[in-house]
């Protein structure tokens, strides 16, 4: 019997050897423990819509159903030739009921958007989406019939609540869950925060990249000293046969004859300016259309509209006249956000977002961010581009955006929100 003992080198192996095996444990027994969750999930979902799925039918096939009316938000009643039996979601509890049977989803799970809907060859379509943080998929309850003798009330209620799957995108962190449910119109529920070396987490931001949104930017007039700030769209919106711009802004104490948007220096086609005393139009060679609106330093969004050489204006969602412009299809050049003043043109106003329209397609949304480097401008959430300052002197912008328990979600859609780093 050999006994010599461990020398260090079989010593070192063999512990390296069991923390593997452990670790490897570790992971199984965690990988088992989510495939049992998965499946209890599971199971526990389907069984439960099944069941109601088939009461629902079972009445569909034994009775004749008369209409289909309201009983609230949510809520709507099956009109039997012979009963009345009610069908209601309840998400603050997770419930759904239908006449005097109820299921309660699990904890980690939530309702879609409520829908009813009838075929013009009368095809019924009731679909109650469920969805489930732990296991991805769409376990709703669903009912499809064809009736041409239902009459379904159009005063129904049913807006439901839009769940939708939020990824989180740790960009070059770590995060063990990337998933969260959030419920459109509602706050986001309280998002993990993921861990990188050499690098400090400050937020979720919905623009990918490393990007940072800003609540607004504004240029440097008036602040320290005269610059030439501005965005250059790279845009020509007037080639379209229609054409829509929507920007969110506010003005200061320097907002007299100033343009928020316009063609370019030498031009005078601007199809957002300040007039004297804080008076909005919408202006193309010299001549102001629409009825002016005295507005004061807060806050504020103007929305121009153009449709083959006609332009109509609102402001605060306001109606303030129409015009027409002749051939503005051929003189307006590339739109340029023009966040200075320079004598008695352009424009200095912080600027919070903005949206431009051509043929009733969005083409460009704009709102305020930094790039990683530390360059402010306007990122374009449509097609994922960043504009810089395109003139001389720089932005400025001070009140930094992130997603988090506080922000409503605004978003219909599935979507992501990306980590933003600060390198340590």
């Not at 799970?109 to 969805?131: A, M, N, T």
């Not at 993921?194 to 800003?214: A, E, H, L, N, V």
């Not at 929507?246 to 316009?262: L, Q």
Request: proline share 3%.
């Amino acid at each position: 019997m050999n006994k010599r003992g461990f020398t260090v080198v079989e010593l070192i192996t063999t512990v390296a050897m069991v923390s593997v095996i452990a670790l490897l444990l570790v992971r199984l027994t965690i990988s088992l423990k989510e495939i049992y969750i998965d499946s209890d999930v599971k199971t526990a979902i389907i069984s439960k819509q099944g069941t109601m799925t088939e009461k629902i039918y079972r009445d569909l096939r034994t009775s004749n159903l008369d209409e289909i009316t309201s009983c609230g938000t949510n809520c709507i009643n099956f009109v039997y030739s012979n009963k009345t039996k009610k069908l209601k979601i309840d998400s603050p509890n997770k419930m759904v009921t239908y006449d005097n049977y109820s299921i309660k989803l699990p904890k980690s799970s939530s309702f879609g958007k409520f829908v009813l809907e009838q075929s013009d060859s009368g095809i019924v379509r009731i679909k109650i989406p469920i969805k489930d943080r732990l296991v991805k998929g769409d376990f709703g309850i669903n009912i499809t019939f064809q009736s041409n003798r239902v009459k379904i009330d159009e005063d129904i209620d049913v807006p439901g609540e839009t769940s939708v799957y939020v990824t989180l995108d740790p960009n070059g962190g770590n995060l063990s869950n990337t998933t969260v449910i959030a419920t459109t119109g509602e706050k986001y529920p309280t998002l993990p925060s993921p861990t990188r070396s050499d690098y400090t987490f400050k937020g979720w931001s919905i623009i990918p990249g490393g990007y940072t949104q800003y609540e607004y930017i504004v240029g440097a007039y008036g602040r320290t000293g005269p610059g030439k700030e501005y965005i250059d769209t790279n845009l020509k919106l007037y080639d379209g046969t229609s054409h829509e711009i929507y920007i969110d802004f506010a003005t200061d104490n320097f907002y007299n004859y100033n343009t928020i948007y316009g063609s370019s220096y030498d031009d005078d086609y601007f199809e957002g300016w300040i007039y004297e005393n804080g008076a909005l139009a919408a202006r193309y060679n010299y001549v102001r259309y629409g009825s002016d609106k005295v507005i004061d330093y807060s806050r504020h969004t103007l929305d121009v509209k153009g449709n083959n050489g006609n332009l109509s204006m609102s402001v605060d969602g306001v109606s303030t006249g129409t015009g027409t412009t002749g051939a503005i299809n051929s003189n307006m050049k590339n739109g340029i956000f023009y966040l200075f003043k320079s004598g008695n043109e352009y424009g200095n106003y912080k600027l919070y977002k903005c949206k431009l329209y051509k043929d009733n397609a969005l083409v460009r949304d704009y709102i305020p961010a930094e790039k990683p480097d530390g360059t402010l401008g306007l990122y374009d959430l449509k097609n994922n581009v960043f504009y810089p300052n395109a003139g001389e002197g720089r932005f400025y912008a001070y009140t930094k955006v992130f997603v988090n328990s506080n922000t409503t979600v605004t978003n219909t859609n599935n979507h992501t929100l990306y980590a933003v780093w600060k390198k340590n």
